[in-house]
């Protein structure tokens, strides 16, 4: 319980700071939006029904994907000032609850994009899913998770490199490509109906939880490199 | 003052040179092979590229592992003994730089023989796809070791290592539930697989030189790792022993005036 705590703690604070500045998910918000708009701008989704179907489930993630990518690299910057970082250092608790605090954290700012944008992104592309939608409510926060965890991880990662903003893509678009894969094709497969999303729903949970192991295992390494 | 930034004079040892001179000859004798294996009964002699392929595609496979296998003696080591972490992760960037380079060759043959078999340069299928990532990750790990800060470059590349270990065989299986085009696997893919006899020894000797060729790279690389460890680990301590140096030089100027 005492490991649950920390976790708490951790969520806490950066909600908090979250809710005084809400420089997050402002940005990713209107960032997002700004993609929305630009993407209808280059495939003219209103006029093809059917093709928008099929390409809607791509365009939404790698919309998320970017405006996740915005807000990673912000979620540990704020951690540097003061050298707050070095006082997680030395601190007793455990280093992983620091991580999933944060990752909690950030899956929840992706998560209220999501709820905003997704009504958005119906009205504008005109979208009419055939399959069936409820199993959104399992892809989408499966899908948010397996970007920012390992989003999280990377961020902490190349919070120590010299073009830190560069690098976090560099990494992170590699590492996603099979989550990224699995989400757009459960995402699609329930917009258009198809065919069926389970398979692509066991390949992400796979996903989620060995990047999830693998990040908390490590973590302690990589916050306390010298 | 940087005189013991100097090594001595680096030479390779006779072993490395016997072992150059042998894999030379195995490459020779290999290509040979591979000119004088009897003409494909479809391709004709355009298939004679695969004898080049597939060693580069196997062995652009195992490097990886080798790779992963010293991040993992890195992290163990860091703490414990830095002199054989340093080695370990020297190592892991040789590693890294073969897997690049067999992966090139690799692609690079492979579209060659997809043009000339499939009509098409390049087909988004579960192997291609997993190979083309393959070769972008350990890309991004080369690109990550260069602009990391001098401290960190060995941890983070290490993590890095064993994040792209996990991910590649999650990704071949997802691409595989996508789709497939490249041909069954060569060797153990079912009744209708394996080679003609009469090709197998141009197979197995071309096998043996580029994997020789590979190793050989592989430690001429980690040497001159090695040497460059060495010599910025001289470096530093030649400046700290200046400043000190320097240090009591200004002293003995306090004390004489």
């Given amino acids: 319980m005492n490991y649950a705590r920390h976790v708490l703690n951790h969520l806490r604070k950066d909600l908090r700071l979250e809710w005084r500045t809400k420089d997050s998910i402002n940005g990713m918000l209107f960032f997002t939006l700004l993609v929305v708009v630009v993407l209808a701008m280059a495939f003219d989704p209103a006029s093809f029904p059917s093709m928008t179907r099929q390409i809607s489930g791509g365009l939404l993630w790698v919309a998320m994907l970017f405006a996740a990518m915005t807000a990673l690299n912000q979620s540990w910057a704020r951690e540097t000032h003061n050298s707050v970082l070095d006082a997680h250092r030395l601190s007793p608790a455990p280093a992983s609850a620091l991580f999933i605090g944060k990752a909690l954290a950030n899956f929840l700012f992706v998560t209220a994009v999501e709820v905003v944008?997704?009504?958005?992104?119906?009205?504008?592309?005109n979208l009419q899913p055939l399959g069936q939608t409820w199993k959104l409510l399992v892809i989408l926060p499966l899908g948010t998770w397996a970007l920012v965890v390992n989003g999280t991880f990377f961020a902490a990662l190349s919070l120590r490199t010299r073009n830190r903003d560069t690098l976090l893509p560099l990494i992170l678009l590699?590492?996603?490509?099979?989550?990224?894969?699995?989400?757009?094709?459960a995402t699609t497969a329930v917009l258009t109906g198809q065919f069926e999303p389970t398979l692509w729903i066991k390949v992400l949970l796979a996903y989620v939880i060995i990047f999830t192991t693998a990040c908390v295992m490590l973590f302690q390494t990589v916050l306390s490199a010298d | 003052m940087m005189k013991n930034t100097q090594q001595a004079n680096g030479t390779m040892p006779t072993w490395a040179r016997i072992w150059l001179a042998l894999t030379l000859m195995v490459l020779v004798y290999g290509f040979y092979q591979a000119m004088a294996a009897p003409r494909e009964a479809t391709m004709g002699n355009?298939?004679?590229?695969?004898?080049?392929?597939?060693?580069?595609?196997?062995?652009?496979?195992?490097?990886?592992y080798l790779n992963l296998a010293a991040s993992f003696l890195y992290l163990?080591?860091?703490?414990?003994?830095?002199?054989?972490?340093?080695?370990?992760d020297a190592f892991a960037v040789a590693a890294a730089e073969v897997t690049v380079l067999y992966a090139s060759i690799g692609l690079a043959t492979g579209m060659l023989?997809?043009?000339?078999?499939?009509?098409?340069?390049?087909?988004?299928?579960a192997r291609l796809t997993t190979y083309l990532l393959l070769w972008l990750l350990y890309v991004c790990y080369l690109l990550v070791r260069s602009v990391s800060a001098t401290g960190q470059t060995a941890m983070i590349s290490a993590v890095l290592s064993i994040f792209a270990a996990i991910d590649i065989p999650i990704c071949f299986m997802s691409i595989r539930w996508w789709r497939t085009q490249h041909p069954a696997a060569v060797f153990g893919g079912g009744a209708n697989s394996g080679i003609?006899?009469?090709?197998?020894?141009?197979?197995?000797?071309?096998?043996v030189a580029w994997a020789m060729w590979g190793a050989f790279v592989l430690g001429l690389r980690y040497a001159i790792e090695r040497r460059r460890q060495q010599a910025s680990n001289a470096q530093a301590l030649g400046i700290l022993q200046d400043e000190t140096a320097d240090a009591a030089l200004a002293h003995s100027f306090e004390e004489a005036r």
């Avoid at chain 2, 090709?199 to 096998?207: Q, S």
């Fill in chain 1, 117 to 125: 944008l997704a009504p958005i992104f119906t009205i504008f592309y």
């Fill in chain 1, 174 to 185: 590699p590492i996603s490509m099979p989550a990224l894969l699995a989400m757009i094709q």
């Fill in chain 2, 46 to 64: 355009l298939y004679r590229v695969f004898f080049y392929h597939l060693p580069h595609a196997i062995l652009s496979f195992v490097f990886p």
């Fill in chain 2, 76 to 88: 163990f080591w860091r703490r414990r003994n830095v002199e054989r972490a340093a080695a370990a």
């Fill in chain 2, 113 to 125: 023989w997809g043009r000339a078999a499939w009509g098409i340069w390049w087909a988004w299928d």
């Fill in chain 2, 196 to 207: 003609d006899p009469s090709m197998a020894p141009a197979v197995i000797w071309n096998m």
